[in-house]
């Protein structure tokens, strides 16, 4: 049971005095923490009892075949369950209130014969009438599949829980270093459709474990009324995304995503939920309130969306046995936490700046509920299941999110470093040319992370590449990747130096910006244009949104080139480690020369930005004397380059006031990594 105050407190604090002004705020808000944790045990039997509850809630056949149908609604005056099975008959099969505030019960005996009266696969829906007298129909928040079909809607079917699934593999360890590889299984085909569960643990996950990748970050599996919402406007929370398949098929994919040694990580959406009425969880039982906040704050304006009340038992129940299933039923190794900047601030961040003032966190406009709530899901987690990851997506840097719970932090493991690829996208869009890049504000925003707070490094993800915007590749390419990728054309000067400049940003993002790196699937080999799904202002085109992975397979494009560069780069931290060895040191950072020089690892990283001067005997500080050798090289011709570094060359250490340098060979445009070898 958790303590009144933080045990750890003075270690948070002493690793980041500005912490010290708010320490009864912190305080205060574990106290709060350590309250709910016991009033939600106190409503139940158990954490485990707590935590299942999906087995008891929506509609569940029983072991004996009858079915038990459990929901709160407090709202209703009447609940009706009808579906195919009885001709969608509202009268048959009604529900009673429970001894429980707000909770309605239905039990349906087996038939005569012993069988279940609901078939598996049939359509369901609740008929209800609130105690206005008003009705309307909806599905079950706790449904565990819903089809859309032919229909404006979506209906829940009737599925098992899974029992009938064999796993055939155990949980990989998970890594200490994470190399995620960011998917959204629809768009995973060449073709312009919607590919399948099965399609992508076939195809695409021997692909992710072949370039090196250790970790899958799943986007869009949560059922999602609007696919165009890219999964983030959730309608079913318990229902995997029937449009790539079934239930068991994305129990299938986890499970060859683990035969090839993968961890698997859910993108969580526990910040916000659907409008949508008649499939989603908003106004399930015609109040306003139910799972979410009252009045006009329970409404995301930006969004369009409704805000959850994490202050109420029952919303921490639907949510923190979301979070058991799907690390249970499903064998998610890990949750990214999708808009917790959203969460953490009344304001939600909108129109909100942070410039690492702390008074900017700890105000009035802190959510100390949905502090509360994070806290939960981190410790009831890592207690439950010690090997699993979380990760935070938070922008406003909130000080303490990435550290225990027992020290009054928020909990989670790792956080994005959203800074990073907003800086990437922002130079290449508003500077007419790479000299115009600023190199000591750059390598500023890549080290500038908290101490001992683990960073997800990422040059781009899915939010770059959204309509609207474009890849890397592509803003720094555009057109002449239709015509001038191709080994047999002409090296164009534009696709010489976005070729260049591409593999120079993802080393330079990898190696210095954080603790683990994350790569949107197609971006490793600088996929062309941006992402638009379905929708009517595009006549319902597939053409964008789709992953062209026969582009790299093909041997006569150069998009074979930047893929190369991604499995090396991943092959070089797996031998030789530096996302868990602390900050990189920064020798120089010298705007004439455009030369960037750091250690990190025990390897020397070197980055010439120049577009028109190679150097020739470039004095490289190095963090010990010896023999040194290349490790890396982006001009090489295995990686499109022109091979002007001798990958044999041996470079000998020399000394000067206490300090080592080695002579190197910097062509234009290109990065290099060095290791000592004499001690081998």
């Known amino acids: 049971m958790p303590e009144d105050v933080p045990p750890k407190i003075q270690d948070l604090v002493s690793r980041d005095p500005h912490l010290d002004p708010h320490k009864g705020t912190i305080i205060d808000i574990y106290r709060s923490f350590s309250r709910q944790f016991s009033k939600l045990l106190a409503e139940e039997d158990s954490l485990g009892d707590l935590l299942s509850s999906y087995e ?3 509609v569940r056949v029983q072991p004996d075949n009858s079915v038990k149908c459990r929901e709160w609604a407090p709202n209703l005056s009447k609940l009706c369950l009808a579906g195919d099975f009885n001709n969608w008959n509202k009268k048959e099969y009604v529900f009673e209130k429970s001894d429980r505030d707000g909770e309605w019960e239905l039990v349906i005996p087996p038939s005569s014969s012993g069988q279940c009266v609901i078939p598996m696969g049939t359509e369901l829906r609740y008929f209800c009438t609130d105690h206005h007298g008003n009705t309307f129909d909806r599905i079950s928040p706790w449904a565990l599949h819903v089809q859309q079909g032919d229909r404006a809607f979506f209906n829940e079917v009737l599925v098992g829980q899974g029992q009938g699934y064999e796993w055939s593999f155990s949980r990989p360890k998970t890594p200490a270093r994470l190399y995620i590889y960011e998917s959204h299984v629809g768009i995973a085909s060449p073709e312009p459709r919607v590919a399948s569960y099965i399609e992508f643990a076939d195809n695409v996950i021997p692909r992710i474990a072949k370039l090196g990748y250790n970790c899958i970050q799943l986007m869009a599996v949560m059922e999602h ?29 986890v499970d060859t995503a683990h035969r090839h040694g993968l961890v698997v990580l859910l993108d969580l959406v526990h910040s916000h939920a659907s409008s949508n009425t008649v499939d989603g969880l908003n106004s399930f039982d015609g109040s306003d309130s139910h799972y979410f906040i009252e009045g006009p704050a329970g409404n995301h304006a930006a969004w369009g969306s409704r805000i959850f009340d994490y202050s109420k038992p029952a919303t921490l129940r639907f949510l923190l046995s979301n979070l058991h299933y ?46 509360n709530y994070l806290q939960l899901c981190n410790k009831i987690l890592h207690d439950m299941h010690p090997q699993m990851v979380t990760i935070a997506e ?11 719970v027992s020290e009054g932090g928020v909990g989670f493991d790792y956080r994005l470093a959203m800074s990073i690829p907003d800086m990437w996208i922002k130079l290449i869009k508003e500077c007419s ?98 992402l638009d799904f379905p929708r009517e202002g595009n006549n319902s085109s597939y053409h964008y949104c789709r992953r062209q992975f026969n582009l790299p397979a093909d041997e006569t494009l150069r ?27 920064v020798y120089l950072t010298h705007e004439s020369d455009r030369v960037v020089v750091f250690e990190r690892g025990g390897l020397c990283f070197v980055f010439n930005f120049h577009w028109s001067t190679s150097y020739t005997g470039y004095r490289t500080e190095v963090n010990r004397p010896g023999k040194w050798k290349v490790a890396l090289d982006s001009d090489h011709g295995y990686f499109g380059g022109q091979g002007r570094v001798d990958g044999e060359s041996e470079y000998f250490s020399m000394t000067e ?10 062509p234009v445009r290109t990065c290099l990594v060095y290791r000592r070898v004499d001690e081998e």
């Open 56 to 58: 008891r809630y929506g």
């Open 225 to 253: 009324a609007y696919y165009a919402s890219f999964g983030y406007q959730v309608t079913s929370f318990f229902a995997p995304s029937s449009r790539f398949g079934d239930p068991d098929s994305l129990r299938y994919l």
């Open 559 to 585: 998009y074979k080139f930047l893929e190369r560069w991604e499995g090396a780069v991943l092959e070089l931290e797996r031998d030789h480690p530096w996302l868990d060895r602390g900050n990189g040191y």
């Open 394 to 404: 938070d922008v406003s840097g909130f000080p303490g999110l990435c550290r225990p």
């Open 326 to 371: 799907w690390a249970t039923e499903f064998r998610f190794d890990g949750f990214r936490f999708d808009g917790v900047t959203s969460m953490l601030y009344h304001h939600h961040g909108v129109g909100h700046g942070f410039t690492g003032n702390y008074g900017e966190y700890f105000n009035e406009q802190l959510n100390r509920d949905a502090v």
């Open 657 to 666: 006031n206490g300090r080592y340098y080695i002579q190197t060979y910097l």
């Open 433 to 530: 040319t790479d000299s115009e890049w600023d190199l000591g504000n750059i390598v500023w925003t890549l080290n500038n992370r908290r101490w001992e707070e683990k960073n997800i490094a990422y040059s781009e993800s899915h939010d770059q590449a959204l309509v609207g915007d474009k890849t890397l590749a592509f803003w720094l390419m555009d057109s002449e990747m239709y015509t001038n990728m191709s080994v047999l054309s002409e090296l164009t000067p534009r696709i010489e130096r976005g070729v260049s400049l591409h593999k120079i940003i993802r080393l330079l993002t990898f190696s210095l910006g954080g603790e683990g790196i994350l790569t949107f699937m197609g971006n490793e080999f600088g996929h062309p244009e941006w």
